[in-house]
């Protein structure tokens, strides 16, 4: 009896997914399909978060009062979308401190650039259009997935970034259209931060853990390959107006396929970052935890005021 | 004759079609939240406007105050860098 029950409820998922028509909350899924859920929404939500140290870094030493607005305002939106990825994944049933645990003990992972360093102020122009960028790519593709809560959190992200990118671009132009200096910082941002971007989208298709089943389920819609090449056929001609060189020689325009072919990424890099060796990955995880911890004076204050109101309620009740 | 007694004013949010938001749609009064809901079927999905339905005790909800709004909201006026227009970028780049 309960086996024909689970067949039905698992057939009525897969119509819906197939039908295009969302997931919501209460809504019986596989348990697969949810722990995968749990593990790709809670990884955006932590990327977003640990995002906000890179950039966070150069708060204090914006050249001017108009950089340092703007970009207290890109880390606060980081920091907004990084609690609705973590209540859209609290409707799966898994809770706030048991994904900070899973960060803090590197059980949960994040996207690996965000444990390279933002080295020169170009590094803030380089971050925004290049980081922000391929992350809008990946975002625009979600706003399709098959869970509700996920899918509605991206379309609200996505309305936001769209000034991450061009604060991005537009430090990059001018810092490329200054003087020689200010022109090779812009390079070297450049070429520091490409294959770093590139990474972003994970491993090639063929070579993707969790891939083909999440494609299945709908909660990717297009490949990490896919992605990566609509990321460097717009990009390339943003780097022309730049001025810059290439950051890969072999980036070129291929006619009969229509897109830039570019180089292999260099994949051990990429595995060693995250598995936890790239240049800041320890530094990222213990400045959540001090933070973390800091920040237990507020919790402490919030849960006596919570104290209080019910005390004081319970005496007006009696 | 009894006095007639006040019940609690209810508002309803519903949710029209799978993967979009609950909206607000309007308010009723009910003895007891599971009896809102049944009026709330019955007032506001009498042609299938929708898929899923929340009722919420409107003294339940803590509202922004409508006199003071301006102050509440007005720390934002002024940070147009928020938005993508602040941004001129040549022709040559487009859709960013
Ligand atoms: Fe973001
Ligand atoms: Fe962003």
Known sequence: MRNTDEHALQAEFDRRVAAEEKIEPTDWMPDDYRKNLIRQMSQHAHSEIIGMQPEGN?????????????????VQDEGGHGLYLYSATETLGITRSEMIEALQTRKAKYASIFNYPTLTWADIGAVGWLVDGAAIVNQIALQRTSYGP?????????KEESFHQRQGYELMLEMAKGSPQQKQMA???????WWPSLMMFGPHDGDSAHSSKSMQWKIKRESNDTLRQRFIDQTVPQIEVLGLEMPDPEIKW??????????????????????????????RIKHHVKAHQDGEWVREAVRAYRAKQARKKDERAA | MPQQEHL????????SARGLDHKHVGSLHAESPEHALMYARDCYLRRSEGISVWVVKASDVT????DDVADFVEPMDDKDYRHATHYVLPESVKNM
């Open chain 1, 58 to 74: 150069w708060i204090t030493r914006a050249p001017s009062l108009r950089r340092k607005a703007i970009l207290l305002a890109k």
């Open chain 1, 150 to 158: 996920y899918a509605r959190a991206m379309i609200r992200i996505c």
């Open chain 1, 187 to 193: 390079q070297d941002a450049l070429n520091r931060f």
């Open chain 1, 254 to 283: 291929n006619e009969t396929r229509g897109h830039y072919d570019s180089g292999e990424i260099n994949w051990d890099e990429f595995y060693k970052v995250i598995n936890g060796n790239g240049p800041c990955n320890h530094q």
């Open chain 2, 8 to 15: 609690a004013v209810y508002e309803v949010f519903v949710r």
């Open chain 2, 63 to 66: 509202a922004s105050q409508g």
